[in-house]
Nanobody, 125 residues
Framework: QVQLVESGGGLVQAGGSLRLSCLVS????????MGWFRQAPGKEREFAAV????????YYADSVKGRFAISRDNAKNTVYLQMDSLKPEDTAVYYC??????????????????WGQGTQVTVSS
C-alpha cells in the first residue's frame, strides 16, 4: 500500500519561508510523477507544482511561479516544496500526490492516484 506523509508546515510571517517534505513508502517512488496541491478554506483544491519521475520536468501554477521550487530525492523517496516570499494568500492545507502511471505531467487532481493527509501552512500578515 502506497503511503504519503507530508511534514514541514506551520505558521510563518509574510515574506518568510517554509520547506515542505513528502515521504513516500510502499511503492516505486522513482517511477511516479509527484505533485503538490493546496486547498484554502472555502475554496477548491488547486494545483501548485509538479515534478516528473526523473526530476527533469517541472511546472508551477502562475500564483507560485518564481517563489516556490519543487524538487525530489529518489534515493530518499521524498519530494520537497521550498516556499519563499510567502504571502497570506498562500495559507492553505498543502497536499502531496503521486501519479503512478506518469504518462503525462498532470496539473489536475484527477491525474493522481495517491494522496497524503495534508499539512497546514498559515502565513500571517
Amino acid at each position: 500500500q502506497v503511503q504519503l506523509v507530508e511534514s514541514g508546515g506551520g505558521l510563518v510571517q509574510a515574506g518568510g519561508s517554509l520547506r515542505l517534505s513528502c515521504l513516500v513508502s510502499g511503492g516505486i517512488f522513482s517511477t511516479y510523477n509527484m505533485g503538490w496541491f493546496r486547498q484554502a478554506p472555502g475554496k477548491e483544491r488547486e494545483f501548485a507544482a509538479v515534478i516528473n519521475w526523473s526530476g527533469g520536468n517541472l511546472y508551477y501554477a502562475d500564483s507560485v511561479k518564481g517563489r516556490f521550487a519543487i524538487s525530489r530525492d529518489n534515493a530518499k523517496n521524498t519530494v520537497y516544496l521550498q516556499m519563499d516570499s510567502l504571502k497570506p494568500e498562500d495559507t492553505a492545507v498543502y497536499y502531496c500526490a503521486a501519479d503512478k502511471t506518469a504518462w503525462t505531467i498532470g496539473r489536475t487532481s484527477a491525474a493522481y492516484d495517491y494522496w497524503g493527509q495534508g499539512t497546514q501552512v498559515t502565513v500571517s500578515s
